[in-house]
C-alpha cells in the first residue's frame, strides 16, 4: 500500500451523535435475524458474516464495529461544515 504526502492545510472536525444505541440495536437484531435464517438452512447477508462464527456471535468482531459507532471524521480545506450543520459539539483538528 502506497502513502502520498500531502501539503495542503485544512481542518478535521469530529461529528459526535447521540444515536449510537440505536445503531447497535439495529445491528444486534439483525444479527440474531441472521442467526436464525442459518438455523434454518437460509443465505444471510454478505455483511452480517463477520460478526458470526459456526452459529454464535463473533463478540470480538462486534466489538470492533461498535468502536466508531456515532463518530464521523471528515477533512475539509475550509470550514464549511459550520453553516451546513446544527450540531453543538464540534472539535476541529488542524492538519
Known amino acids: ?20 444505541q440505536g445503531i447497535r440495536e439495529r445491528r444486534y437484531d439483525e444479527i440474531d435475524h441472521a442467526l436464525n435464517l442459518l438455523q434454518e438452512k437460509k443465505t444471510i447477508k454478505e ?34 461544515y459550520q453553516n451546513h450543520f446544527d450540531i453543538p459539539l464540534i472539535l476541529p483538528s488542524l492538519v
Open 1 to 20: 500500500m502506497a502513502f502520498l504526502k500531502a501539503t495542503a492545510k485544512g481542518v478535521v472536525p469530529f461529528f459526535f451523535t447521540d444515536k449510537r
Open 47 to 80: 455483511g452480517l458474516r463477520k460478526y458470526i462464527n459456526g452459529n454464535k456471535i463473533d463478540h470480538g468482531a462486534l466489538q470492533l464495529a461498535e468502536r466508531y459507532d456515532g463518530v464521523s471524521v471528515i477533512f475539509s480545506t475550509r470550514r464549511w
